[in-house]
């Protein structure tokens, strides 16, 4: 096996952890635009925003300017559970795809939750239990999020709701029981319980739901609740904050040993792990610093980035949420059932989206079946059983690093391998048995639902 | 949180991993008695074990006397992938017991087959290899064998014929699409692919099977199948072997930090986690270096050390396998259903029996329902969600830790937190639902098999 003074899994000492979050927007010219007030589509104010989201969240979710934000001592002892997460090499692969390519890949699945979601979920419990809230309600899609906030509530004795998007909560019946002993309940969603719920389901009787749907529930049940607030697992900015972890652990871990990545890539459904992952490296080509191709992808089932347009949208299907300008299939797109739970959004992250529209990042989108060609390979090389959602980088990866072995470049590949798929064998067992469908939307269903953005 | 001067995870470095694997068997005054033929009852020669075993492991089988052997290359590039594993420190766990002992636990579970078994699984796939085999036969209970065998064998393109014990079979039927994912097949067991199998079924139409009736299939696979050995995940010295690395990184890890650890805990079934775990301190404490309580916690459901007698008796229900004389609860003792399926074992590893029986460790048992509130009391607390069977430990540490509050004794405790418990979902859903059978076996029904046991 090809082996270099590099080891094969670069970890921080615990005094290397990074002791603030990056925030990326403090380097972009053209920032964010503003999340509208459905109402009056004016920008929200922190007042409006304070109503559904905790106090402190909403000063990062409108801080455009500060650059760092100190991690609270008791986010930085909880982080020591399960962080820093390796930075893997993936010498074998290599070996096996016999590339000049070095393939690096940030492995976060390594908590219960199963994936980066828990860098996020216990910033935002910890700040829901300093606002001396009784709990937080949110939605969750592959159940990673829903796990790692009901491990985030039961860390700091916070009531947890869940609402779980149904095709997932059927196919993933375990997450739910991972969940209940963390202590929270969970109900799939779209559900009788909210009046957004019960318009869903009889608009679409028998729908999957999606994360649209959820998190409309979700939002409702905050807002009519006392003492509760609603928390998001992506898209939001605050959670690329939060994630920035990822990419200032990979940025400091390469830097230990001189590494400088070629190409970043990372799967894209809200863009929480993305936006995390590049955030330094984005950083630095914001300012001029360092140059890096930066590469997203998304499923062809979902294809936000690559097909959807640049516009205001409504985050929720329900409509009850504020309006974000990202690049969207139209909030009330619900995407055929596609095992990769995580990346069944209708929309990305603002900051990404900008970062898009400006230039500064490439996307591709992946149909489902060639993602579990690249996910078995990848778990029969590697050892890890990647989630679907990872599988989407890996693919990619694995494509680039053949271009190099075409090309004979040493380029350095970087990915981010979010969670693993111990809670996605169902899907394994469909690809398995060759029932997995590779459904992709047309452009004429895709324009119908682009005819019904709000004019804005 | 308590803090003191060691961090909360000590993970060594790639260069100080150890490079051979310690053999007990060595530092022993009374060596453990050797594995018997079934039909003649004289000592099995190492020509008769090779027709079941690859050739070097039955000389590692045999071996009473090397004290180290050394680890191939190949091996240890293997183990890079999910090794060392962290030593962690449970200062959470420490502060919400309000105990002065001081807790360390060493996880093994941060690789997919969710558990240690992976130790052994490579080292028994690199041998069979190395001797030009097609491939392998095995058992598995809770499936974390048949899984890590599945990985090892995919990685050296090997075939690999797993039984699976019914009963987890039925409750765990991720984990045979896991095993799929690394292309093995799995029969659920008893089957009627053997004749074994097919006895067993007769006898006892409808039973839920035990390791002991899986390995019987297994052995009669192998036998009859060209270019195939079978392999074992417990029980066997070689197995002890290997699983040693567990003990020697946690001895590393400990003497980093000058730490002496007053109580070593781990979970038994056939013995491979304890063994390994245990092994450099039982060396020390057989040598008369130092002294260690060390405490073996099995299911009171299927108690072999502490109500089981020290015999000769046969591996497996079919009564195909050597004889071994262990602390057992007959051969053909099928334990009732109990979630922790790596316990349902009825007789313990010859090593450890033949230690405990010389005084040098002790053992106690616990029932299903009380483990299973430890096993979510920790994961709400240290945030990995432990299998059942690691969960024994986490038992009688939290109850040693207890103690220490009652007596104000600032003892060092060291467990084995064996594996995770992610395909475990359904036995916690039963836990949460009340509906976990706490079955334990009366002093007759015990002594019906005891009375069965084969005169030597």
Not at 69 to 80: H, L, N, T, V
Not at 298 to 308: I, K, M, N, Q, V
Not at 368 to 373: G, H, I, W
Not at 415 to 440: C, P
């Amino acid at each position: 096996m090809k082996k270099e003074n590099i080891p094969y899994k670069i970890y921080l000492e615990e005094n290397e952890m990074p002791k603030a979050w990056y925030n990326l927007r403090a380097d972009m010219k053209n920032k964010p635009a503003p999340l509208l007030n459905p109402a009056t589509k004016e920008p929200m104010t922190a007042e409006e925003l304070s109503v559904v989201f905790c106090k402190d969240l909403v000063d990062q979710e409108l801080d455009n300017d500060t650059a760092f934000f100190e991690i609270p001592e008791e986010i930085q002892d909880f982080y020591k559970m399960f962080r820093p997460s390796p930075l893997i090499r993936a010498y074998r692969l290599e070996e096996k795809l016999q590339t000049p390519a070095k393939i690096y890949y940030k492995f976060e699945g390594n908590n219960t939750s199963g994936s980066h979601k828990l860098n996020s979920a216990i910033a935002q419990a910890y700040y829901a239990k300093k606002q001396g809230l009784k709990g937080v309600t949110t939605e969750t899609g592959a159940g990673q999020w829903g796990t790692a906030l009901s491990m985030a509530c039961s860390y700091f004795d916070l009531d947890c709701k869940v609402y779980m998007v149904k095709v997932s909560y059927e196919q993933k019946p375990f997450r739910r029981e991972v969940m209940r002993t963390y202590g929270a309940s969970v109900t799939p969603s779209p559900s009788t319980e909210t009046a957004v719920g019960r318009k869903i389901l009889e608009e679409h009787p028998g729908t999957g739901g999606s994360l649209g749907c959820a998190i409309s529930e979700a939002v409702e049940k905050a807002l009519s609740s006392d003492g509760y607030r609603y928390v998001l697992g992506s898209v939001l900015n605050q959670v690329m904050l939060h994630q920035s972890i990822i990419g200032l652990e990979t940025k400091a871990a390469l830097d230990k040993y001189n590494i400088h990545p070629d190409i970043i890539i990372g799967c894209a459904g809200g863009g929480s792990n993305l936006g995390g992952l590049i955030a330094p490296f984005m950083g630095e080509k914001l300012r001029g610093e360092a140059d890096y191709r930066i590469i997203a992808v998304e499923p062809a089932s979902c294809p936000s980035l690559t097909r959807g347009v640049f516009a205001y949208d409504y985050c929720d299907t329900g409509m009850v949420c504020p309006l974000a300008k990202m690049y969207t299939l139209g909030s009330d797109f619900i995407p055929a059932p596609n095992h990769a739970g995580g990346l069944r959004y209708h929309g990305m992250s603002s900051i990404l989206s900008q970062l898009y529209h400006d230039g500064y990042m490439e996307a591709v989108s992946v149909p489902q079946t060639t993602v579990f060609q690249s996910a078995e390979q990848f778990a029969r090389i590697e050892g890890i059983l990647p989630a679907p959602e990872s599988s989407h980088a890996i693919h990619v990866a694995i494509e680039e690093a053949l271009k190099c072995k075409e090309t004979g470049e040493e380029k350095t590949i970087v990915f981010g391998l979010t969670g693993t798929g111990y809670f996605d064998m169902v899907a394994y067992e469909k690809f398995h048995n060759g029932q997995m469908s590779d459904y992709i939307p047309s452009d004429e269903e895709l324009q119908q639902y682009f005819n019904k953005l709000p004019k804005i």
